[in-house]
């Protein structure tokens, strides 16, 4: 089978392939980094990390790029509300400047590089900031003016979207004109509900410009950053749901029209929300959990990487703890049986492998390649050393760790309750061995029988 993706532009599966034979460019969304990120959001990168290692397992060479937005990125679709740079320095007591800024930015993209290291996502190595390259916005708004595309405000330069028929064909250009009229109507300026900014005007602190001293407008900085590393057309672009609307509708937009309508991404992939309860994960409205929140439960952060995995990643998912808690005892159940295969690596399995890969390669249905996972791990055909040949084969998509897995030594006094049952089961005294099991359950291990004796394992 074909490599194959949902492509949101055109909202249909179709057939995958590269403008340069052999070579995939991405472009990622990354994070506006005035605070921690939460793990809703973590979740698009989980899911590109996928995308990235399915091309790589498919024989690509891939090359990533993502941003890291530092500046410009206002609270509402409408270009207007607090800044949110400005609003994480407010909240840390800093004062307003743009070193100030920086700083800001640094240490939390730090704390989400952090995360993603935990969750074993590979950062791209191409990762820039986007107040690096406000030289290269600058150019791309006096590009869009010197074609006709643009108007100026009282409060910044804005695209004039009446001058592109099509615009927002991603989201659907009828349903974006109907539900545009009441997400961006708040400045009166505007020639249309759904113009939007290139630059936004700020005489006290901001950048120099030809239109004054301010800041790019989100957009822009990600079309500018995309060009600039990937071409003026590369293949797959990246995100969350929630950027379908405005932001990547608005960077097709200011790139194509920048561009005499050339073609600006092949494919866009978006990943959906995680939500609690029946709300969006939002830091607005405080209703979210750090990927802390989950080790402080004990939880690792694999643990959630797997429980992603086993939805689609255009799949909404619910967050319950039960259901982590689920999904962190069916993990440990694999490690253990990955670990019991001993040390000895065989050969990988010809026919798992492709319909691992026929799994991956149809839009990266990940529940189906993990529900293969269990086949291996369970089929009494293969040896042991060929399992885990194919588990470590498998597993250079899926990134749950089992490459670093070690059999954990088990402490003396649980050895000695083990035996202590193991004696108790031999003599019949069944109510002796059955509280000693649960007082080594209480300790954080379990005791597995079989006609071979007993094995102990970490809960």
């Known amino acids: 089978m074909p490599l194959q993706f949902y492509n949101t532009l055109t909202r249909k599966k179709?057939?995958?392939?590269?403008?340069?034979?052999?070579?995939?460019?991405?472009?990622?969304?990354?994070?506006t980094v005035y605070d921690y990120a939460h793990i809703g959001n973590l979740r698009a990168y989980v899911f590109a990390d996928i995308l990235e290692r399915t091309l790589k397992y498919a024989g690509y060479e891939v090359k990533r790029v993502m941003n890291i937005t530092d500046i410009g990125h206002l609270s509402s679709d409408a270009d207007s509300g607090e800044d949110k740079m400005t609003k994480g320095l407010l909240r840390e007591g800093k004062e307003l400047t743009l070193p100030n800024m920086r700083e800001l930015a640094e240490f939390y993209a730090e704390k989400f590089k952090d995360d993603l290291r935990a969750l074993n996502v590979e950062i791209p190595k191409n990762i820039y900031y986007a107040s690096d390259y406000v030289k290269e916005d600058v150019e791309l708004v006096k590009k869009l003016e010197e074609k006709g595309y643009t108007y100026k405000t009282g409060d910044g330069i804005y695209f004039d979207t009446s001058k592109m028929p099509d615009y927002g064909i991603l989201w659907g250009a009828a349903r974006n004109r109907e539900e545009s009229k009441s997400r961006i109507a708040e400045n009166s300026e505007k020639k249309n509900p759904e113009d939007f900014a290139l630059w936004k005007f700020n005489s006290e602190l901001g950048f120099?410009?030809?239109?004054?001293?301010?800041?790019?407008?989100?957009?822009?900085?990600?079309?500018?950053?995309?060009?600039?590393?990937?071409?003026?057309?590369?293949?797959?672009?990246?995100?969350?749901i929630d950027l379908i609307p405005t932001h990547h509708t608005n960077e097709i937009?200011?790139?194509?029209?920048?561009?005499?309508?050339?073609?600006?991404?092949?494919?866009?992939?978006h990943s959906e929300f995680v939500d609690t309860g029946s709300e969006k994960m939002s830091k607005s409205k405080g209703n979210f959990l750090k990927l802390?929140?989950?080790?402080?439960?004990?939880?690792?952060?694999?643990?959630y990487r797997f429980w992603l995995l086993m939805a689609n990643y255009?799949?909404?998912?619910?967050?319950?703890?039960?259901?982590?808690e689920g999904a962190e005892t069916a993990l440990k159940r694999l490690y253990g049986l990955y670990l019991g295969l001993g040390s000895e690596i065989g050969n990988i399995h010809g026919e798992y492998r492709n319909k691992f890969k026929e799994y991956l390669e149809d839009d990266l249905d990940t529940p189906r390649a993990l529900a293969l996972l269990w086949d291996v791990a369970k089929d009494e055909n293969m040896s042991a050393a060929d399992k885990k040949?194919?588990?470590?084969?498998?597993?250079?998509?899926?990134?749950?760790?089992?490459?670093?897995?070690?059999?954990?030594?088990?402490?003396?006094?649980?050895k000695k309750l083990a035996e202590e049952r193991e004696d108790a089961r031999k003599t019949k005294n069944?109510?002796?061995?059955?509280?000693?099991?649960?007082?080594?359950?209480?300790?954080?291990?379990?005791?597995?029988?079989?006609?071979?004796g007993y094995k102990i394992n970490k809960i």
Request: with cysteine; charged share 30%.
């Open 314 to 324: 255009h799949t909404k998912m619910n967050f319950v703890w039960e259901a982590l």
């Open 253 to 269: 937009a200011q790139s194509e029209c920048a561009t005499d309508k050339k073609p600006f991404v092949k494919f866009w992939l």
């Open 389 to 414: 040949a194919t588990i470590l084969d498998f597993d250079k998509v899926l990134g749950l760790g089992f490459e670093n897995l070690k059999e954990e030594e088990i402490p003396e006094k649980i």
């Open 292 to 303: 802390e929140s989950l080790a402080n439960k004990n939880i690792s952060p694999l643990t």
């Open 208 to 240: 120099k410009s030809p239109w004054g001293r301010g800041f790019p407008g989100w957009h822009i900085e990600c079309s500018a950053m995309g060009m600039k590393f990937l071409g003026e057309q590369f293949d797959i672009h990246t995100g969350g």
């Open 430 to 452: 069944f109510k002796k061995s059955d509280d000693l099991r649960k007082e080594v359950n209480s300790l954080g291990y379990e005791i597995e029988d079989s006609t071979l």
């Open 14 to 31: 179709e057939k995958f392939s590269p403008i340069n034979q052999g070579e995939v460019r991405v472009y990622t969304c990354g994070p």
